[in-house]
Each structure stands twice: as structure tokens, then as C-alpha cells.
């Protein structure tokens, strides 16, 4: 999700099945700018805040509380090219067995990073941009819908989600081709799909006619 579509008290999901309340927004922070307590839990998941000082490390139960990163943009992993060079040059004796908040500058712009082994790097899963709104809205809007949802339609074809923006979803699925000569090929298609839109005549092919699968 984007920073702007978030408000406090809207309730959100990740794709493990985890359901949160916004309970705070920084607006002028770019790093970890959300708040999240989870409201109905689903599965454990390391959001890598160890290096922050309020907040906690997993979602493990009913009530906990994190600050979600903004996306995997602030990751540094120590065996990267950026991470080796920072080692090299800036802190060779600094220790990786624990995730740390790092600030870095460029030409005068100052931004905050997360640092740490490629072990622990690995294990956070959901930043920002993984969360959707969870509305009980059953077919893909711009709110709910993520990369590499599943949706199905009305015969069971499955599509997977493989681009999206403002105005629609991109998905790929797999269908029988005959050949001329009678042989069969299973092929990958691709589609581009809106969303719905008042401004679209009734008959419209939009995601209305897709349910997500298992949701």
C-alpha cells in the first residue's frame, strides 16, 4: 500500500493471513511511517523492528504492536556490495549477529536504513507495500489486491496477479491451445483487467467478475 491511502483505524491484512488496526501514522516519516496491532492472528511474522527501541520484533499474538517499514528499499544486507563497502570503509568492527537502524547522507539528504546479516535481512517479510485494506470486499479493488494474489473466475480458472495500478490489474493464467493439427499446447495468457468504475457502461468487463481464492 501507499503511505497516502493509510488512515488510523482502518484495518488491514497481510498474505499470511494476519489482520491489523492502524493505530498510528507519521506522514513525515519515510522509513517505518505505520503503526499496526494485530487484531487477529493468523501466523508469525518477523518485521525486523529490533532496531527500534519501542516496538516489537514478531507478530506472535493478539495485541501486538509494530512499526512497519516502509518497503525493502531501507535493507541492507553486510555480504551486499553496499553492505561490504560499508564495512570496509566506515565500521568494519561493527557487529551484524543483530539488526541495526543506520543513518546514511548524500549530498545532504539524510536517510535511515535497516543493517544486518543476510540471515536476518531474509526473515522480514511484510513492509508497507505487502499490507492491503482488508474492506470484506471479496473481488480485487486498488485497495485489497496484491502481486501474486490468486483470483478465480466463475468456471475455476485461476489468474495470478502480476502487475497493477490505480486503474486495474494485470494477471497471467494458463489455457489449452489447439493447433492445427489437433495437437495441444498449455500456454500462458495474459490480461489486463479494471477495476470498477461509475463512468463504465454496466456491461464492463472489470475485476467484478474475479473472487479472490481462499479468502
Known amino acids: 500500500m ?11 491484512k497481510d498474505k499470511f493471513g494476519n489482520r491489523y488496526k492502524v493505530v498510528e501514522v507519521n506522514e513525515d516519516d519515510d522509513f517505518a511511517p505505520v503503526e499496526l496491532k494485530c487484531v487477529k492472528f493468523a501466523n508469525s511474522v518477523y518485521f525486523g523492528s529490533t532496531c527500534f527501541s519501542h516496538s516489537n520484533n514478531h507478530i506472535t499474538e493478539i495485541g501486538s504492536r509494530v512499526w512497519v517499514l516502509k518497503d525493502y528499499s531501507r535493507l541492507i544486507s553486510s555480504n551486499g556490495f553496499v553492505g561490504e563497502f560499508l564495512k570496509r570503509n566506515f565500521c568494519p568492527d561493527i557487529n551484524v ?9 548524500f549530498d545532504g539528504i ?8 543476510p540471515e536476518d535481512i531474509a526473515k522480514i517479510k511484510v513492509t508497507l507495500k505487502d499490507l492491503c485494506i482488508d474492506d470484506n470486499t471479496n473481488y480485487p479493488t486498488k485497495y485489497n489486491v496484491r502481486l501474486d494474489d490468486i483470483i478465480v473466475d466463475k468456471s475455476g480458472t485461476e489468474y495470478i496477479v502480476i502487475a497493477r495500478n490505480n486503474a486495474g490489474i494485470e494477471v497471467k493464467y494458463k489455457r489449452e491451445f489447439i493447433g492445427y493439427n489437433g495437437k495441444v499446447f498449455d500456454i500462458n495468457s495474459k490480461i489486463y483487467i479494471p477495476f470498477p468504475n461509475s463512468i463504465y457502461p454496466d456491461d464492463t468487463f472489470t475485476t467484478k467478475e474475479f473472487v479472490f481464492k481462499n479468502k
Open 2 to 12: 501507499k503511505l497516502e491511502d493509510i488512515k488510523i483505524g482502518q484495518f488491514l
Open 110 to 117: 539524510k536517510r535511515d536504513f535497516v543493517f544486518g546479516s
Open 97 to 105: 549477529d543483530e539488526l541495526r537502524r543506520i543513518e546514511l547522507s
